[in-house]
Each structure stands twice: as structure tokens, then as C-alpha cells.
């Protein structure tokens, strides 16, 4: 196995793994009963930049596992309280969440975007945390340290073979 092949086989191995990573944490979110509208899930994907694979998500990602905090605005993702009204609106009409009629609801929603902006999310205030994605990671790590130790040894009884032969 010569070098391009060796890194090809390392990557594929990596991207495997790292694929039914993400399908894992999907489940996990549904499982959870996080799941909304879908789109935190559906903006899981899995790609290959050069020697590396890459699992992105929505900036927010992480509050599904450790909550949102009070806005300070270190994130640099600009969003106003109007932008962040409507997608709690969206949120709670997508999980079906019974605020009232229409006046009531929309009172509601504005409330708690208010809150979540000024004083972040129960789960954040709280130190709380639903594993929704670190046991997952951790487990996909030592799977592909496993896998890629597995492709390094036929490797090198490859070239081993080859050295008895000649």
C-alpha cells in the first residue's frame, strides 16, 4: 500500500465512522425529545477538507446539550430580539406547544425570547446537560483509533509479505 493509498483507506475509514456519528446524534436528538422542525438535524453533515473530515452543525448546535446562555453577543452571529422572536415562533409551532390563541401565543413567545436573550435557558441556568453528543463523539473516537490502527497493520503486512518474498 503506498502512501496515497494508505491515506485514502485512513480518510474512508475516518468518514465512515464519522457519518454514523451523525446519524447517532440525530437519533439522539429525537430520542431526547429535542427534535422541532428537524432542522438542527438536518444541518448535521459530514465532509472531507484534505486530510480531514469535518461534522458541522448549526452555530447554536451546543445549546441542545448544555442550554444557551444570556446573550452577550461574543458569538458575532447578529440576530435581533424580532429575528429571535420569530424563530422561537417557529420552534414552539413546530413542537406543537399549545401557548393559546393568537394573541396569547405570540405573548408567550415574546416572553420566552426575552427570557432565554436576558437569563439563557433553564438547562444553562441550572449547570444541567443532556448528553446528546459527547458519550457519541468520544465512542466514534476510539472506534476510528481501533479502525485506523486495523488498516496501519495490513499495511504493514503488506510490505512485510513483500520484503519475505523478494
Known amino acids: 500500500m ?10 474512508s475509514t475516518a468518514y465512515n465512522r464519522i457519518v454514523q456519528l451523525r446519524d ?6 429525537a430520542s431526547k425529545g429535542l427534535r422541532a422542525s428537524g432542522r438542527t ?22 445549546a441542545l446539550q448544555y442550554g ?4 452577550t453577543g461574543k458569538t458575532g452571529i447578529r440576530c435581533s430580539y424580532e429575528d429571535f422572536k420569530g424563530i422561537i415562533y417557529q420552534w414552539a409551532t413546530d413542537k406543537g406547544l399549545n401557548l393559546g ?3 396569547e401565543f405570540n405573548k408567550a413567545v ?5 427570557s432565554i436573550m436576558n437569563n439563557g435557558t433553564k438547562l ?9 453528543y459527547d458519550t457519541l463523539i468520544n465512542e466514534a473516537l476510539l472506534d476510528i483509533g481501533e479502525q485506523i490502527q486495523l488498516v496501519q497493520a495490513e499495511a504493514i503486512d ?8 523478494s
Open 24 to 29: 447517532e446524534i440525530r437519533e439522539a436528538i
Open 41 to 62: 438535524q438536518d444541518s448535521l453533515r459530514v465532509y472531507v477538507d484534505g486530510n480531514k473530515v469535518v461534522l458541522e452543525g448549526r452555530a447554536f448546535f451546543s
Open 2 to 11: 503506498n502512501p496515497t493509498e494508505m491515506a485514502s483507506a485512513l480518510t
Open 124 to 132: 444553562h441556568r441550572q449547570g444541567g446537560r443532556l448528553d446528546v
Open 110 to 114: 415574546g416572553s420566552i425570547a426575552w
Open 68 to 71: 444557551s446562555s444570556p446573550w
Open 158 to 165: 503488506v510490505i512485510i509479505d513483500k520484503w519475505a518474498k
Open 101 to 103: 390563541q393568537a394573541k
